[in-house]
């Protein structure tokens, strides 16, 4: 008799480790580990201007800046993420302030924003774009055109939660 009191005991004893176990992995959100956050760019925050507005266009247009927003690990669309943007154009410098915008993303989480021709600064066409609302990690993007004449560049962001 005492050989199957040990070996309830032993059951239940186990069985209740595993149901713990898996119960708690229950009360953390699932994450999958195959999307890594983006890092940010050296370069990224240069002439950075904290709470640009959100803008239809900016200045005159012809350029499309486009991209995505996905969360960290399980690569989600995050809607409603502000997303500024800043560059040397035909308009302005990336110092001016009338050179810098923000847009917000759709419900895919995708951005556009039209904004005035960019054209090379320090020998390099390029963009600057910033995530920088707070409820996940500060990320700035310094992506290159691929010739002076392009007229869009795209750029994707994967953020990680604070």
Same mark, same amino acid.
């Given at each position: 008799?005492?050989?199957?009191?040990?070996?309830?005991?032993?059951?239940? #004893?186990?069985?209740? /480790?595993?149901?713990?176990?898996?119960?708690?992995? &229950?009360?953390?959100? /699932?994450?999958?580990?195959?999307?890594? /956050?983006?890092?940010?760019?050296?370069?990224?925050?240069?002439?950075?201007?904290?709470?640009?507005?959100?803008?239809?266009?900016?200045?005159?247009?012809?350029?499309?800046?486009?991209?995505?927003?996905?969360?960290?690990?399980?690569?989600?669309?995050?809607?409603?993420?502000?997303?500024?943007?800043? %560059? @040397?154009?035909?308009?302005?410098?990336?110092?001016? %302030?009338?050179? @810098?915008?923000?847009?917000?993303?759709?419900?895919?989480?995708?951005?556009?924003?039209?904004?005035?021709?960019?054209?090379?600064?320090?020998?390099?066409? @390029?963009?600057?774009? %910033?995530?920088?609302?707070?409820?996940?990690?500060?990320?700035? &993007?310094?992506? &290159? &055109? /691929?010739?002076?004449?392009? %007229?869009? #560049?795209?750029? @994707?962001?994967?953020l990680q939660p604070?």
């Amino acid at each position: 008799m005492s050989e199957i009191n040990f070996e309830r005991r032993t059951l239940l #004893l186990g069985g209740g /480790a595993f149901a713990a176990a898996g119960f708690s992995g &229950l009360a953390m959100p /699932a994450r999958a580990s195959g999307v890594a /956050a983006t890092p940010s760019m050296r370069g990224g925050a240069n002439n950075y201007m904290p709470g640009a507005p959100i803008v239809e266009r900016i200045g005159g247009g012809g350029f499309w800046m486009t991209g995505t927003v996905r969360r960290a690990g399980d690569g989600a669309p995050l809607p409603g993420q502000r997303i500024q943007i800043w %560059a @040397h154009t035909t308009e302005g410098s990336e110092r001016d %302030a009338h050179s @810098h915008g923000a847009t917000l993303t759709d419900a895919n989480g995708t951005f556009r924003l039209e904004m005035p021709q960019i054209v090379p600064a320090l020998g390099q066409a @390029h963009a600057h774009l %910033a995530y920088d609302s707070g409820e996940y990690d500060t990320v700035f &993007l310094r992506p &290159l &055109l /691929a010739s002076a004449k392009d %007229a869009s #560049l795209e750029a @994707h962001f994967i953020l990680q939660p604070v």
